[in-house]
T-cell receptor, first 113, second 112 residues
Framework: DTGVSQDPRHKITKRGQNVTFRCDPISEHNRLYWYRQTLGQGPEFLTYFQNEAQLEKSRLLSDRFSAERPKGSFSTLEIQRTEQGDSAMYLC???????????FGPGTRLTVL | GIQVEQSPPDLILQEGANSTLRCNFSDSVNNLQWFHQNPWGQLINLFYIPSGTKQNGRLSATTVATERYSLLYISSSQTTDSGVYFCAVVLYSGGGADGLTFGKGTHLIIQP
């Protein structure tokens, strides 16, 4: 296993469109996290899963955002009706358990035109 | 919520110099990590260090949990050390909740 992977690496979309990102964690990692990073800032926590259960959502996660981890393995993050303010790097991380070391994927860079 | 402050925000050094980056946090933590973000945005794990001291080659880190700070030392800097260094923590809540809270980072430039 080579680490956390994310797909796509880059996404350009028009305002109002829906987009979906995928994250594959390190195998056997029970925890999966989503973060968002805007230019010049540190990443900000969005949500996390313990196996298939979504246990916490940040107030940053508006109703237009939804995340799933259906079988406790990969996860998807969907943004509906994208806005220009959604332009950011979306990062996924995984850890074996709490509060173990988190390992990050390469990110998906979203540009909303 | 928990506050994480990093200093200095920017640091420019000549190749071969040593540097110390600081991270202050406002509450007890269960997890503290140092990352290096490369120009392509990849966060590279440097240390998982909620307490104590660790060393890895030219890099070392110390966390004094009782005084709520951590230090990252870089010795004999190389141009490849350039980039943004982040400190990130998980609040000690006992409930297994919360993702990492990141500081704003230290932007390090190593000049040849």
């Amino acid at each position: 296993d080579t680490g956390v992977s994310q797909d796509p690496r880059h996404k350009i979309t028009k305002r109002g469109q829906n987009v979906t990102f995928r994250c594959d964690p390190i195998s056997e990692h029970n925890r999966l996290y989503w973060y968002r990073q805007t230019l010049g800032q540190g990443p900000e926590f969005l949500t996390y899963f313990q196996n298939e259960a979504q246990l916490e959502k940040s107030r940053l996660l508006s109703d237009r955002f939804s995340a799933e981890r259906p079988k406790g393995s990969f996860s998807t993050l969907e943004i509906q009706r994208t806005e220009q303010g959604d332009s950011a790097m979306y990062l996924c991380a995984s850890s074996l358990n709490y509060p173990d070391e988190q390992f990050f994927g390469p990110g998906t860079r979203l540009t909303v035109l | 919520g928990i506050q994480v402050e990093q200093s200095p925000p920017d640091l420019i050094l000549q190749e071969g110099a040593n540097s110390t980056l600081r991270c202050n946090f406002s509450d007890s933590v269960n997890n503290l990590q140092w990352f290096h973000q490369n120009p392509w945005g990849q966060l590279i794990n440097l240390f998982y260090i909620p307490s104590g001291t660790k060393q890895n080659g030219r890099l070392s880190a110390t966390t004094v949990a009782t005084e709520r700070y951590s230090l990252l030392y870089i010795s004999s800097s190389q141009t490849t050390d350039s980039g943004v260094y982040f400190c990130a923590v998980v609040l000690y809540s006992g409930g297994g909740a919360d993702g990492l809270t990141f500081g704003k980072g230290t932007h390090l430039i190593i000049q040849p």
